[in-house]
């Protein structure tokens, strides 16, 4: 992992279960990371399940607060925060 990216990670729990946290506000582009144990390219916007699974939701009010995760490929735990409010645009 760069440091560059290592940065992104505020916490990661090197033993079992590990579990990581990235705050997506800190992201770039679409909001694609890598898997910080395998490196696996996970997508939010994947639905298929072919990579990760979603493990809990967190929501408050219409806006996703938290997203609990976990690679298929390494059984590693992510939790995302830092969802972008949507823009409530109701007419
Ligand atoms: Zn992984």
Not at 5 to 26: F, I, M, S, Y
Not at 63 to 68: F, M, N, Q, R, S
Request: one cysteine or more; charged letters at 30%.
């Amino acid at each position: 992992m760069s440091e560059k990216l290592a940065q992104k990670w505020r916490e990661c729990k090197l033993k079992p279960p590990l579990v990581c946290e990235l705050d997506l506000t800190r992201t770039r582009g679409d909001g694609d990371f890598p898997c910080p144990n395998c490196g696996v390219i996970i997508s939010p916007e994947d639905e298929t399940e072919d990579v990760y699974r979603i493990l809990e939701t967190k929501v408050r009010g219409q806006a996703l607060e938290e997203l609990i995760i976990q690679c298929n490929k390494c059984a590693t735990r992510i939790r995302l925060i830092g969802f972008p409010i949507p823009e409530t645009d109701n007419l």
